[in-house]
Nanobody, 127 residues
Framework: QVRLVESGGGSVQAGGSLRLSCAASGYTSSLYCMAWFRQTPGKAREGVARIDPGRGSTYYADSVKGRFTISQDNAKDTLYLQMISLKPEDTAMYYC????????????????????WGRGTQVTVSS
């Protein structure tokens, strides 16, 4: 079974940094792109960043571009999200996801094609 387990969340002050990790197991990495999503109560889950297999192309939501960096260590089967200059509006539950590669088109950060979700890790940014 595919399992995704996030870690690294926590509480920080505005302007601070966090690095989230997602440990993956039981999956064939070439069949998926990997992504981070986030969700706040009362709002729809939104895509934050995506990284594709092969060339490792990355895509970001406009709201986080320049502040967040997605990366992947295939040898360790681990996905990362480095977050700097955090803002209160970044407060959310962050989820990693494995997306079937056929849905990893263009700069899409949508929910279509998500095959597996982690349970999430909470990020809270205080003002």
């Amino acid at each position: 079974q595919v399992r995704l387990v996030e870690s690294g969340g926590g509480s920080v002050q505005a302007g601070g940094s966090l690095r989230l990790s997602c440990a993956a197991s039981g999956y064939t990495s070439s069949l998926y792109c990997m992504a981070w999503f986030r969700q706040t109560p009362g709002k729809a889950r939104e895509g934050v960043a995506r990284i594709d297999p092969g060339r490792g192309s990355t895509y970001y939501a406009d709201s986080v571009k320049g502040r967040f960096t997605i990366s992947q260590d295939n040898a360790k089967d681990t996905l990362y999200l480095q977050m700097i200059s955090l803002k209160p509006e970044d407060t959310a539950m962050y989820y990693c996801a494995a997306i079937y590669v056929g849905f990893c088109t263009g700069g899409s950060l949508g929910l279509a094609g998500v095959g597996y979700w982690g349970r999430g890790t909470q990020v809270t940014v205080s003002s």
